[in-house]
């Protein structure tokens, strides 16, 4: 059984930053592709990072990069997400998602197992 905790969302001004966890059971993040996404209410979630397993080559949306990076110690099976700059509208709840076919992807379907998701909530 996978099992992802996330933590580390809360409540940022405009141009501050969070660090988000997510640390799993059940397997080894670095051997897997690690993906994070976000949701607000009304949309569907969308893809705002990625690592793969093994390499740990690094993916990310348009409108966060340069900003976020994606971390990872294996020491402590937890990949990061590390948010910069941090705008209104990167408010949403954050998700972390492993896949356990390899190779990256951008669709939230091709994701195996969820965190339960941490509040970001980005104020001007």
């Known amino acids: 059984q996978v099992h992802l905790l996330e933590s580390g969302g809360g409540l940022v001004q405009a141009g501050g930053s969070l660090r988000l966890s997510c640390a799993a059971s059940g397997r080894t993040l670095s051997s897997y592709p690690v993906g994070w996404f976000r949701q607000t209410p009304g949309k569907e979630r969308e893809f705002v990072a990625g690592?793969?397993?093994?390499?740990?080559?690094?993916y990310f949306a348009n409108s966060v990069k340069g900003r976020f990076t994606i971390p990872r110690d294996n020491a402590k099976n937890t990949v990061y997400l590390q948010m910069n700059n941090l705008k209104p509208e990167d408010t949403a709840v954050y998700y972390c998602a492993v896949r356990e076919t390899s190779g990256m992807s951008y669709y939230e379907g091709s994701y195996d197992y969820w965190g339960q998701g941490t509040q970001v909530t980005v104020s001007s």
């Open positions: 690592i793969s397993g093994n390499d740990g080559s690094t």
